[in-house]
């Protein structure tokens, strides 16, 4: 059982993260492992249709360039790797993986592809999802389904020794639990060990959040320099106590301020903490000063992890149509309010259109329609109309008809724009736990 301090750093939050970032913190901040955080249930989904399409897509499309920038850098100062960029397609990304490792000339490189998430084959039209209703009750394609996996999964991969580890759905904490586990020689059943491993992964798990990036609000929790917000590291203890910091000469901040807010992130009951490895109590969670911009985070307790995993099942969402159009000046929220008043006119009458037709007036009340009035009237507002299409003819309907106004009024509108995109739909269901088989596959260059 090591006693030596493990630095984790998370390269990356979301699918469309930063990349500076991350290559600063490899460059610069002795890690002993980089986690490149990148699956959402959209981008699930997206990766079962992209995958339907071409066999060989289905990743994350910053994979190639992400690894192009870090994985050599990371080779020489013996960080490793480990990302669910693999999204519905690991082995796919493990091919692009060992071509970039080629190219960068890194011998002996191992990728590591934990196999298990997909359970798009153990599920039926019969499978109940937590939303009311069966996947055959849906009425739309079904795409494909994915288990959350917890650190049993990981774990091998880990132990592996493999520069890098792809894998699919994987609960986010888990991804930073399963290095302190193998570093630390946690056991599956040390529930508080395994809860402020959690925590310090659900800490880590959305990058800038806990530095300052997504805090920032100017007059109420100011943040300095955040073009050049810095990621986060966590130094991390035997007992599960653990630092979060950032680099020196970074923008951002870490404080108590930081890491409460992304403490409470996305936590409906702080009792139970429900993870595929662990129940977590943050309420047990305290926090420290530790210097300037660091934090000291332990006291998690927990117990049992649930019988059971969550499943994301996606589906095709069909045609995305989307279009707006500006309207400036005096009176400019009162023409805006008679255009939505006209599309949808003619979208239900005019055009027979079921579909819910969403309008919106940017400018004057788009965000909280229903709930809030800002007071003075606008003078810069822009209509926008969306609608989930069922068929292509009725997605350019929509734009046709937002275009029309243009000419056929209200006055002074200007700047239309259009688009028609393909879309998903995600919904959740339960699994029990010995239905999904996971193993892990090793690649090498």
């Not at 993260?17 to 699930?44: K, M, Q, S, W, Y």
């Amino acid at each position: 059982m090591s006693q030596q301090v493990l630095r984790l750093g998370t390269g990356a939050g979301f699918s469309s993260d930063r990349l500076d970032p991350a290559l600063d913190l490899v460059v610069r901040g002795n890690l002993d492992f980089i986690v490149f955080e990148c699956v959402g249930e959209r981008t699930l989904a997206f990766g079962h249709r992209d995958r339907l399409n071409d066999e060989q897509a289905g990743y994350n499309p910053w994979l190639e360039r992400r690894l192009m920038a870090v994985a050599k850098e990371c080779r020489e100062r013996g960080t490793r790797i480990i990302t669910n960029m693999g999204v519905a397609n690991p082995v796919a990304a493990a091919r692009v993986a060992l071509e970039v490792a080629r190219r960068l000339g890194l011998h002996d490189y191992r990728v590591a592809v934990v196999h298990g998430d997909d359970v798009t084959a153990a599920l039926t039209p019969d499978t109940q999802l937590l939303e009311g209703m069966t996947i055959g009750e849906v009425g739309r394609e079904y795409l494909g389904a994915n288990a959350y996996l917890g650190v049993d999964a990981l774990l091998p991969a880990v132990e592996s020794g493999a520069d890098l580890i792809i894998t699919g759905r994987v609960a986010d904490p888990s991804l930073f639990l399963a290095p302190q586990m193998a570093h630390f020689g946690w056991r599956f059943d040390d529930w508080n060990a395994l809860s402020r491993g959690t925590v310090t992964g659900h800490l880590m798990e959305c990058a800038a959040q806990i530095t300052g990036g997504y805090f920032a609000d100017p007059g109420f929790k100011d943040v300095e320099d955040l073009a050049y917000v810095g990621f986060p590291i966590a130094e991390v203890h035997e007992d599960g106590r653990a630092v979060i910091t950032k680099l020196a000469q970074t923008g951002g901040r870490v404080d108590s301020q930081t890491v409460k807010e992304q403490l409470l992130y996305e936590v409906h009951d702080p009792t139970r903490y429900l993870t595929p490895d662990v129940t977590a109590d943050f309420t047990k969670v305290r926090l420290d000063d530790d210097g300037p911009n660091r934090v000291a985070v332990h006291g998690a307790e927990g117990g049992a992890r649930p019988d059971q995993l969550k499943v994301t099942v996606a589906f095709d969402g069909g045609l995305l149509a989307e279009a707006g159009v500006s309207y400036a000046g005096p009176g400019a929220q009162a023409r805006g309010e008679l255009a939505a008043r006209v599309l949808d006119e003619r979208m239900r009458h005019v055009h027979g259109t079921n579909s819910p037709v969403r309008l919106d007036l940017i400018g004057a009340r788009s965000l909280h329609a229903s709930a809030l009035d800002y007071g003075d009237e606008s003078k810069d507002v822009r209509v926008r109309a969306a609608l989930r299409a069922s068929s292509r003819a009725e997605a350019q309907t929509l734009l046709w008809e937002v275009e029309s106004l243009l000419c056929c009024g209200p006055a002074g509108g200007g700047g239309y724009r259009g688009s028609i995109t393909p879309s998903v739909l995600t919904y959740s269901a339960f699994l029990d736990r010995d239905r999904v088989q996971t193993h892990v596959e090793i690649f090498e260059a």
